[in-house]
Structures are given as structure tokens and as C-alpha cells.
């Protein structure tokens, strides 16, 4: 038994390093072998296969699903870098497979439709680390508790509007801040109040952080969205539409990635934003029906 | 002395706090810059990915002032990321700074799923090891030294000033290598 704990708890930890190995670091979203290839050379630390970009789901609609397994294995074929994939909320049974083909993170995304209108997955019983978004401290923490070894924030994808991401980050960096404020006493209450496990929460008013690496997710679509998002506090960027829905993906992935190493340097991030194209268009937040809000889905 | 840690990307606040923890008096210094290189008096280059190192040392010219100051005695110490940059010969690449006469494979452990924690003697010191889609060394020059090996093949090695693991002692809560990388500087 003693053995088995100890594997159990290796590969928590396991998990949890990778993502820390991606700190400072772009993951994009491609949805082929080329658009791998492209974001590998022009410096992502991980790639996100998926077969639509979150702004071709919100147009096209219908039900989006995990990808192909024969798509994604062609771009783990394609790249050196990890390789990571969707699956819906709640649908373990994607996530089953996306393990048997060794993928390398599993991001259990609201992108996706949910399979599930009650539960997420059990995290705990895989073996390969799963990302989940959260808008807020206490969806983090149930999320972590759930075995997530990263989160992000859940922004609103496919708009190429930065406005919701910011919304989480801040919301989450508040909260932390007010946890570590509290008295011991009050803990068990704030942990009750945001519907979170109160060790998580005690673990996050002793280090003032989460346990496991935050990133920003959904509508960074420029080199000074990401550094926005890394000057609020996040580890590190994903960005989904914001590359291949721009006038010159290329260029656009390298400037993203420098703009988040040098995220500090105004100077720096001038000369990457200096005529990069035009960005994808981007969609209003405000004037969109709450259904059509990804950012809704999970609880 | 002032200690620097490669701070583009990965595994940078997990070696800052590290140095820190071996010794306060000892300034850990994130270097993105070459001024930044410039005031330190040994470097690591941390856990990453190697392909994204690679292009940010290209784009912002940090390779000829980093490599040069290893050549001229620079203690630098890499891990995973770091010991491919470091490699003399990288399977299926062209080899980044060519320092260190060793050959290695990428992601030679497998994927993620693969990943693991194994323990064993450094330098007589037995400790564990994170191995995270590691490098594995196929080949070590004469002039290397293994400080640590795993199942058969070395993990960690050394080449006058240069250290590098395949494995990251940035992961755990001990701080031997640290202390051990510390005292190669402290040499300089």
C-alpha cells in the first residue's frame, strides 16, 4: 500500500512539475501537423490540438467534441514539444482515450459542449495531468481537488477579446489575497461560502498562491494581451484563436512568445507589436447572449 | 557572489528559491538580459522547453555573450532543457551551444505518462530524481565526468565548469546539487 501511495503521489507531483516546466510559456491551439509545426518554431512551449479553434466552434455551432485521435497523433508526430487535447466537461470516457495515445496534458474545456450538466471528471484516476479553467477561487479550487494539476483562466475563447480573462485573473488574485488576510478561525466559513475544501483553502492563505501553475485563457489575442495577462499575475498564456485567425500567424505566434518572456519591457514589447497585421476581429462581450458565453459551462 | 538563473522561460522561481535557500547571503538573480549576465558569477539554465530557449536566445542575442562566458570559465549548471543547449550532440538537431561532450536524445524517456521520480547516489550523495519528458545522454566524452547515473546511464555530469542533469533538483525540497553547483562557483 505504502508503494502504491507513493506512486500515487509521485505522479500528482509528476503532473503538477510539467506544468511548471511550462511557466513563461505560449501553448496555441493548432488544428493541424503545419500549424503544429509553425508554433513549435516559433517558440510555443506546448501545442493544443484540436480540429476547430474556439472562433470557428462559436460560428459553426453544433456539437463540439474531442478531436480525432488519428489528427492528434499526427501532430505528436509533427512536434517535440507536449501535446495537449480537449475533452468535454464530464466526459471521461475522451479522456480514457486521449490517455491510451500517451497525449501529454488533457484540458477538460467549456470550449467544448459538456457531456456532463452535473459532474466533472474524477481527475484523480488518470494517470496524464489535466488543465481545467476556473473564473474564480473557489472553481479553482474545486478543480484542483478533482485532481487538476494546472488551471487556467476560462476568459471568453473564440472572441479575441481579452476583457474576461481579466475579469478571472483579477477575481482570483482578490480572493487569494483575502484568504491570506483571514484568520484561521474564519477559514472553514470562507472555504464554505466559495464551495472549496478547506485544506485547499488553508494551503492558499499559507503561501498566498495556488497549488498548482495559473494560466491565461480565452481572448488574448495581441503580444500586449499576454503581457497584460502575465503583469496580472498568470504563469503563463494560452491562446487559442488569437494566432490563426490573424493576417500573419507566424509572425504574430513569434511576437506573442517574446512579448510574454520579456513581459516587463515596454520597449521589447513595441518592437514585437511594430506591424504585425491585422489581429482576428474579436467579438463585443457585452452585447452577447449569456448562452452563447462559454465561460458559463462547468460549476 | 551572485548567482544567476536563465529566466526566459520554465523553471525559474523554482531555482531562485533554491540558491536562496542554500545560502540568503548569495543573490539570485533572474538573467534576461546581458547586463543581467554580466553580474552574475555563475548561471543555470533551468527546465523548459529547449526549442523556445533556443529561439529567445537567438532573437534577443543572448547566445555569443552566454557562450562565451562559459568559455571562459563561467560555472554554468543545466538541467533538462539546459543539458541539451549545453550538448555537444543532440539527436536528430542541430546542437545549440556545444559545449559539453555529450550526446542526447530528447524526450528519450517517453511523454508524460513516462515521467518519473527515481532516486539514486550524486556525487555520494543519494537523492531522489524528477525526471520530467527527460533528455537522456547516450554518449559521454573522455573528458567528462558522470556524477550521478540512473538504471545504467548517466544523469548527471560535469565538464570542468560545466554541470548538467537530466533530471531537476529544482523540484524537490532538497538542496545538495544546489549546494554542490554553489561550490563550483565559489571557485571561480
Known amino acids: 500500500m505504502a508503494v502504491k501511495d507513493d506512486k500515487a503521489a509521485n505522479r500528482k507531483l509528476l503532473n503538477r512539475n510539467l506544468a511548471q516546466m511550462l511557466k513563461g510559456g505560449v501553448i496555441m491551439d493548432v488544428t493541424n501537423a503545419e500549424q503544429a509545426i509553425i508554433a513549435e518554431q516559433a517558440g510555443a512551449v506546448a501545442v493544443m490540438a484540436l480540429e476547430r479553434v ?64 452535473m459532474y466533472h471528471i474524477d481527475k484523480t484516476k488518470f494517470e496524464t495531468p489535466f488543465v481545467c479553467g476556473a473564473r474564480d477561487l473557489g472553481e479553482a479550487l474545486r478543480r ?11 476568459g471568453e475563447a473564440g472572441t479575441g477579446n481579452v476583457v474576461e480573462a481579466v475579469k478571472h485573473m483579477r477575481k482570483m488574485r482578490t480572493q487569494i489575497a483575502e484568504v491570506a488576510a483571514l484568520q484561521s478561525e474564519q477559514l472553514a466559513t470562507y472555504a464554505k461560502d466559495i464551495g472549496a475544501p478547506l485544506d485547499l483553502v488553508r494551503y492558499v492563505a499559507k503561501n498566498k498562491s495556488l497549488p498548482v501553475v495559473n494560466f491565461a485563457a480565452g481572448g488574448v489575442a495581441t503580444p500586449a494581451d499576454a503581457a497584460l495577462m502575465m503583469q496580472l499575475g498568470a504563469d503563463g498564456v494560452f491562446v487559442g484563436s488569437g494566432i490563426f485567425k490573424s493576417a500573419d500567424p507566424k509572425s504574430r505566434a513569434e511576437a506573442i512568445v517574446k512579448a510574454v518572456a520579456y513581459y516587463g519591457d515596454p520597449a521589447i514589447l513595441a518592437g514585437v507589436s511594430y506591424g504585425l497585421g491585422e489581429a482576428m476581429r474579436g467579438l463585443d462581450v457585452e452585447s452577447m447572449n449569456d448562452n452563447d458565453r462559454l465561460a458559463k459551462r462547468g460549476w | 557572489m551572485n548567482i544567476g538563473v536563465l529566466a526566459l522561460q520554465g523553471s525559474v522561481a523554482e531555482h531562485l528559491k533554491m540558491i536562496s535557500s542554500v545560502n540568503k547571503k548569495i543573490g539570485a538573480i533572474p538573467v534576461r538580459t546581458i547586463d543581467e549576465l554580466a553580474s552574475v558569477d555563475g548561471l543555470i539554465i533551468p527546465g523548459g522547453e529547449s526549442t523556445t530557449l533556443r529561439r529567445l536566445l537567438d532573437s534577443f542575442k543572448l547566445y555569443t555573450p552566454i557562450k562565451e562566458r562559459i568559455m571562459a570559465g563561467m560555472p554554468v549548471w543545466g538541467t533538462c532543457a539546459g543539458l541539451i543547449l549545453l550538448a555537444n550532440r543532440v539527436e536528430g538537431e542541430t546542437p545549440y551551444l556545444s559545449l559539453l561532450d555529450v550526446d542526447v536524445k530528447r524526450n528519450a524517456y517517453g511523454r508524460q505518462i513516462d515521467s518519473f521520480v527515481g532516486e539514486g547516489d550524486f556525487d555520494n550523495m543519494y537523492i531522489n530524481m524528477v525526471f520530467i519528458r527527460a533528455p537522456k545522454i547516450t554518449r559521454v566524452g573522455d573528458d567528462v565526468t558522470v556524477l550521478a547515473e540512473y538504471d545504467g546511464t548517466p544523469v548527471a555530469v560535469r565538464q570542468d565548469n560545466i554541470m548538467a542533469t537530466s533530471f531537476h533538483p529544482e523540484m524537490t525540497r532538497d538542496n545538495r546539487v544546489h549546494k554542490y553547483f554553489l561550490s563550483m562557483c565559489g571557485k571561480e
Open chain 1, 54 to 117: 474556439p472562433a470557428d466552434i462559436r460560428r459553426d455551432g453544433g456539437v463540439a467534441r474531442m478531436s480525432d485521435p488519428k489528427m492528434i497523433a499526427e501532430i505528436q508526430k509533427a512536434v517535440s514539444i507536449p501535446v495537449m487535447a480537449k475533452v468535454r466537461i464530464g466526459h471521461f470516457v475522451e479522456a480514457q482515450i486521449l490517455e491510451a495515445i500517451k497525449i501529454d496534458y488533457i484540458d477538460e474545456s467549456e470550449v467544448l459542449t459538456p457531456a456532463d450538466d
Open chain 1, 144 to 154: 484542483i481537488a478533482e485532481g487538476a494539476s494546472m488551471i487556467r483562466t476560462k
